[in-house]
């Protein structure tokens, strides 16, 4: 029996994460491996810096500008760094832009060993580092269709996925531990061990040089990729659908207020619930063997947000059915039904980001790649923070759990208009990709 015929008969058997890329290409392989241990880091070091503001300012908004502070280097380096990655080398750009990551990470434990406590000073580090990841992160996804081949995209872009979840799991549990047994600095310090090994994982990758008509890096080449994706209605529909998602029904800026007010719990309930999410996600990445065979990739997309904003809808309606905290300040049972729902959710959002991603992949060419991931980074990082804005005045005006009802019926309306309005999208084949 041939090779490829046994291949056959294994996959539809397949139910978790398919490793195919990992054995196929090394060089994938060690970007992978880089990616999952700097995820870790910069988790560990996102909540050390929340919990250095607070410990100098005792102030919660202002550990709420770290967000706003962080927002705006990665709009503009998230646009202009995809330009940049169209126009040079893109090995280069990631080992560049990694060892911009490396240095920041190595100023945060620096500036805490040498006890300078200056908020400012923490926040110019943030917006620094944003502007290093918003380069670094487009190069990385627009790297994979030059080591892979398209029918492996979506395992890639799935284990991707994964490594991050497991991140945005396993590094803020860590770091709580870390900031009172080592301190700041140890804590910051443990992001550079981990950024160290993870630039060594870049080096060996085979040089990458632009292909095609090469576009000076800067303003016009960025009007351009923004250009190109006016016209291409599949592609930008990916990022249509996941604004939709993320601005009408992204729940995570009413936890703390579940957990203060409304489940009970406090601080350790809005941890719960901030795991929900993240844990759907691992599990999607876990059992995501089945991704790889699905040929309506746009169909898949639509499917998976109708998800996301059906869960979040039972999620408020879950909310709504709780009296109140416990007596003693506990949490209502309601809290598990309510971390399940959210889990569901995290499995629908990753879901739809591996198609999504895959569908920006095998649809673009490759001299424009670099900018749509930069559209594609500052979307995704965009788009919750909206969110939070958008969902956190709702709640103000009619309560947490309305709120989330409301946004997950918005978020599925609004989708299924835009696949109505947009048919094409729904049609999409992953063996006939069409931009």
């Known amino acids: 029996m041939s090779a490829g015929t046994q291949q056959g008969r294994r996959r539809p ?22 990616t999952f241990l700097s995820s870790i880091g910069s988790q560990l070091t996102n909540v050390a810096v929340g919990l250095q503001v607070y410990d100098l300012t005792g102030s919660t908004f202002k550990v709420g500008l770290v967000g706003l502070v962080a927002l705006v280097p990665l709009i503009v380096f998230g646009l202009y760094g995809g330009s940049i990655v169209d126009a040079f080398d893109r090995r280069r750009v990631i080992i560049t832009s990694s060892t911009g990551l490396f240095t920041m990470a190595l100023c945060f434990a620096l500036q805490a060993w040498a006890g300078l406590e200056q908020l400012w000073l923490l926040y110019l580090l943030v917006a620094v580092q ?86 000076r890096s800067g303003l016009g080449s960025v009007l351009e990729g923004l250009n190109y994706l006016r016209t291409r209605p599949n592609v930008r529909m ?48 876990v059992f995501s063997g089945p991704l790889g065979r699905v040929r309506r990739q746009g169909l898949a997309v639509l499917v998976a947000i109708v998800a996301w904003g ?79 804005l958008v969902v956190g005045s709702a709640a103000d005006l009619t309560g947490e759990g309305v709120a989330a009802v409301a946004g997950g019926l918005t978020c599925i309306a609004l989708v299924v208009l835009m696949g109505l309005l947009q048919p094409r999208f729904a049609r999409y084949d992953a063996r006939d990709p069409q931009p």
């Open 13 to 34: 058997g397949r139910l978790f994460a398919d490793l195919t890329p990992l054995r196929h290409s090394p060089a994938y392989r060690r970007m992978w491996s880089g």
């Open 130 to 215: 944003s502007g290093f990841w918003a380069v670094n992160s487009p190069a990385r996804m627009a790297i994979l269709p030059r080591l892979l081949p398209a029918p492996m995209l979506p395992a890639a872009n799935a284990l991707s996925g994964l490594a991050n979840s497991v991140g945005m799991t396993l590094g803020p549990l860590l770091a709580g531990f870390w900031v009172s047994w080592f301190g700041f600095g140890g804590t910051y310090f443990s992001e550079v061990v981990l950024l160290g090994v993870a630039l060594t994982t870049l080096v060996a990758l085979p040089p990458m040089p632009p292909v095609g008509e090469v576009r």
């Open 238 to 285: 990916t990022f249509v659908v996941d604004l939709i998602a993320m601005i009408f029904a992204m729940p995570r800026v009413l936890f703390p207020a579940l957990g203060a007010a409304v489940i009970g719990g406090g601080a350790e309930t809005a941890g719960i619930l901030a795991a929900g999410i993240a844990t759907g996600a691992v599990l999607a990445g």
């Open 310 to 388: 059906s869960s979040i809808t039972l999620f408020g309606l879950v909310v709504g059915l709780s009296s109140g905290p416990l007596p003693d300040g506990g949490a209502r049972w309601l809290l598990w039904p309510a971390f399940a729902l959210l889990a569901v959710s995290g499995m629908a959002d990753s879901i739809s980001g591996v198609f999504r991603s895959t569908i920006l992949q095998a649809a673009t060419p490759d001299q424009m790649r670099g900018r749509l991931q930069g559209v594609f980074v500052v979307v995704v990082a965009g788009g919750p923070r909206l969110g939070d």
